[in-house]
């Protein structure tokens, strides 16, 4: 089952389908609900939207309430109808640093309120402070592109240079912008990957997003809506409640809270611009928890957990998911008795293979628990006492850590690309790599005329002088040089065949290391090794328990490698990753394999620190599970490593 379809089963609460038609409505301001818990809100709040015509605000607490709504509801909904609005400073205006990559989700959050559709904006106090564009402001300084569009291009770059945009030669962050022959790319400060739009004459023949890396096409889109930076300089600001229109639908969780954390907020802020003497620009710029609620009761309003307007109340009767701690008597008994009662129990995950590892378990046990898997999930399991539905996560019943992701993450990988970051640090005679010519040395960054047009080209001179001019679209075709011991290289020779005949001679040589290695492994195919036993309820529970969510490279190598210890093969595998991408979990869950299949694990490591620190971090793991976990270095005493030799026979 996906959850769309459970939320469908959802929507047949009584009270939620009143709370449905009250969207719908226009007559009644202000409403509170009471009983409505954990994630259970979000469904809810999803649905509202599915009912009514106008945009929703959703107030949290704090940020990382504001994230994990975000997350259900998109998980319910999907990014289009979606956005999150969180704070651009990252504790006082102007006295604390801003987060560029807010700038894209904050923008995207007012495109999407100023948009045809109706939209969910989820957002939080501190960000609430933090004024924005006037709205007629916003849709007039927007710059909308469709394909097939007729545009002239230097009118585009001109209003692009007056929007704030800055000129690069090749773009990799929000609020740039270049130019090569009829392309025009475009970073948005609206979107998480930037544009690129090809021109025909006057028409706009393509529109395509591209990869901030790779610089290489990824999708097409149809249309587009290009907005510069609205958090910065000095046009005149608004709250966001004054942004969205009075019809507009506000939820909030606390309205007192609210109101009183953003008055802090703002006397905090006072303070700092007091000693910063910015005092007076601080009313233009933040809105106090006064001006808050203000705004807000020109809006229909919801409240989740108090009520502040003293309004109708709608009941209804869901409580959290219980504490389970990975304790399956526990689990077992408590699905046990929903049963008896009548409840349908549903078990979400956001794959399939978590939900089989929690059935495994419960048939390795002998339990008779049978619930329906939901592929996707929330970030807090409920009980609905009114359908008789239990909603259950598995990353709370493993008490594992859940995260939620944010749109702006791909975009945030711009600042650190490295295909692009390496060529802006390249100086003029530092040796590269063509993947077609060979070794040349770097000769700067031109803009040359091709066919008329101006582009930006990368110029690289080879041996006698030969040079050749490298379009930035071709940029996976070049690598800085690193040569054994800084040695300086050879320069290739143009039109020689020389590179080509290296790189053939390469190959010869690789094939030949290959055939060896092919020979070496025919060999150890033929030995025979010891097979395992397929995964037992105990491993299913220690890996459902990981306080992290698997990543995809960390559960493919989990289950190549235990799929070399199912086999009577010897295993000959090597498991490579940076720093803290998860090695030692993979490890963890084959040493305890072999332990479950009556072997003795040994892991080394090269140090005495490390020895200790893997120690730690297997004992930590393996606590509640019946093996034995120590530790042989320098540090234990002759007595302490005789003992522990000595419980190994």
């Known amino acids: 089952m996906k959850l769309k379809d459970f939320d469908k089963i959802f929507s047949a609460n009584p009270t939620l389908q009143r709370l449905c038609r009250w969207t719908k ?117 927007k710059i909308e592109l469709r394909k097939g569009q007729s545009y002239d291009m230097n009118s585009l770059v001109g209003q692009l240079q007056k929007a704030g945009f800055e000129e690069v030669d090749f773009v990799y962050e929000v609020g740039q912008y270049s130019q090569r022959g009829s392309i025009v790319d475009i970073f948005s400060y609206s979107n998480e990957l930037p544009y690129r ?93 006064e001006t808050f609620a203000e705004e807000l009761g020109k809006h229909r309003t919801v409240e989740l957990l108090r009520n502040y307007y003293k309004a109708d109340t709608m009941e209804f009767s869901t409580t959290h998911q219980p504490n389970f701690d990975k304790n399956f008597d526990l689990i077992s008994q408590n699905i046990s008795n929903y049963i008896a009662e009548g409840y349908r129990i549903f078990i979400s995950a956001d794959s399939r293979k978590q939900t089989d590892r929690i059935k495994s378990i419960f048939d390795d046990r002998g339990d008779n628990i049978a619930f329906e898997a939901v592929e996707g999930g929330l970030h807090e399991g409920f009980v609905d006492n009114d359908l008789k539905i239990c909603f259950f996560t598995d990353h709370q019943i493993f008490n594992r850590l859940h995260k939620y992701s944010l749109r702006s993450d ?119 090794g010891f097979e395992y036993s397929p995964d037992s309820y105990l491993q299913a529970e220690l890996e459902a328990s990981f306080v992290y969510e698997d990543t995809p490279d960390q559960s493919k190598a989990t289950a190549d490698v235990k799929t070399d210890m199912q086999s009577p093969k010897p295993m000959d595998r090597l498991v490579c990753g940076d720093v803290g991408f998860g090695k030692t979990e993979v490890a963890i869950r084959a040493a305890f394999k072999a332990a479950t299949d009556g072997k003795q ?26 093996v034995t976990v120590e530790y042989l270095s320098r540090a234990k005493s002759p007595k302490q490593t005789k003992e522990i030799i000595s419980r190994l026979r």
Not at 107 to 134: F, M, Q, R
Not at 263 to 273: G, P, S, T
Request: charged share 25%; with cysteine.
């Open 410 to 528: 791909t975009a945030r990988r711009g600042k650190a690309a490295m295909l692009i970051k390496e060529l802006n640090q390249l100086k003029p005679g530092d040796y590269v790599v063509h993947h077609d010519h060979g070794i040349g040395q770097f000769a700067g960054l031109l803009r040359a005329d091709i066919n008329g047009k101006p582009q930006e080209v990368i110029k690289l001179v080879y041996k006698g002088g030969d040079i050749i001019f490298v379009n930035i679209s071709s940029l996976h075709k070049i690598a800085k040089y690193h040569g054994k011991d800084d040695t300086q290289p050879t320069l290739s020779k143009l039109g020689t065949g020389a590179w080509e005949r290296l790189k053939e001679r390469t190959k010869a040589k690789v094939k030949d290391i290959a055939r060896d290695l092919i020979k070496l492994y025919a060999l150890r195919l033929e030995q025979k």
């Open 197 to 289: 739009v090809d021109f025909f004459g006057d028409n706009i023949e393509s529109i395509r997003m591209f990869d901030i890396e790779r610089q290489l096409s990824v999708s097409s889109v149809d249309s587009i809506d290009i907005v510069a930076n609205t958090d910065g300089g000095d046009l005149p600001k608004i709250s966001l409640l004054e942004f969205m229109s009075s019809d507009s639908v506000v939820v909030v969780n606390d309205i007192d809270f609210t109101v009183k954390r953003m008055d802090y907020i703002y006397e905090q802020a006072l303070i700092k611009a007091n000693e910063h003497k910015h005092i007076d620009d601080l009313s233009s710029t933040l809105a106090d928890g």
């Open 25 to 141: 409505a226009t007559d009644g301001r202000h409403i509170a609900l009471q009983g409505l818990r954990a994630s259970a809100q979000s469904v809810a709040i999803a649905e509202m939207l599915r009912h009514t015509d106008k945009n929703i605000l959703l107030v949290a607490d704090d940020g990382d309430g504001a994230g994990y709504a975000y997350f259900d509801i998109v998980q319910l909904l999907g990014n289009e109808r979606v956005a999150f609005f969180p704070a651009f400073y990252k504790h006082n205006h102007k006295c604390g640093a801003t987060i560029a990559e807010n700038e894209i989700l904050r923008t995207d959050s007012l495109n999407k309120i100023s948009g045809k559709n109706p939209c969910i904006i989820v957002s939080y106090p501190e960000a609430l402070v933090e004024k924005v564009v006037a709205a007629s402001y916003f849709v007039g300084s």
């Open 601 to 626: 694990v040994a892991v080394l490591v090269p140090t005495t620190i490390l020895a200790f620190q893997h120690y730690k971090t297997f004992a930590e793991r393996l606590k509640n599970y019946p």
